[in-house]
């Protein structure tokens, strides 16, 4: 499966954002989905992930509450909604990929991953 992300762009403090990934050349409804992000100097992280049949998600403490992960099985979409940002989700965030079958973790490890895009928080 191919993946492509979109919808990263400049926001100030408090605003919101849809990130888009769009999966190609896969059953889309096979697979679990996941959200990571790399801010500058730091480690890839996870930011949230939702199962093949949408009826779990998870996400990491930080943005409980202010980012939710979304699918579109007609569009072969996941979304990520991300509102009241803050300056710390400064990031490039990259869309992945899990065949359901493998039964990982939603941390991961992941098989398939998207290109980034970039999401700048300013204050």
């Known amino acids: 499966v191919q993946l492509q992300a979109s919808g990263g762009g400049l926001v100030q403090v408090g605003g919101s954002l849809r990130l888009s990934c769009a999966a190609t050349?896969?059953?889309?409804?096979?697979?679990?989905l996941g959200w990571f992000r790399r801010a500058p100097g730091k480690e890839r992280e996870f930011v949230a992930a939702?199962?093949?049949?949408?009826?779990?998600?998870y996400y990491r403490d930080s943005v409980k509450g202010r980012f939710t992960i979304s699918r579109d099985y007609a569009e072969s979409t996941v979304y990520l909604q991300m509102n009241s940002l803050k300056p710390d989700d400064t990031a490039v965030y990259l869309c992945?990929?899990?065949?359901?079958?493998?039964?990982?973790?939603?941390?991961?490890?992941?098989?398939?991953w998207g290109q980034g895009t970039l999401v700048t928080v300013s204050s």
């Open positions: 992945a990929a899990n065949p359901q079958s493998l039964a990982r973790p939603p941390m991961g490890p992941y098989d398939y």
């Open positions: 939702i199962t093949s049949s949408g009826d779990s998600t």
């Open positions: 050349g896969g059953t889309f409804s096979r697979y679990a």
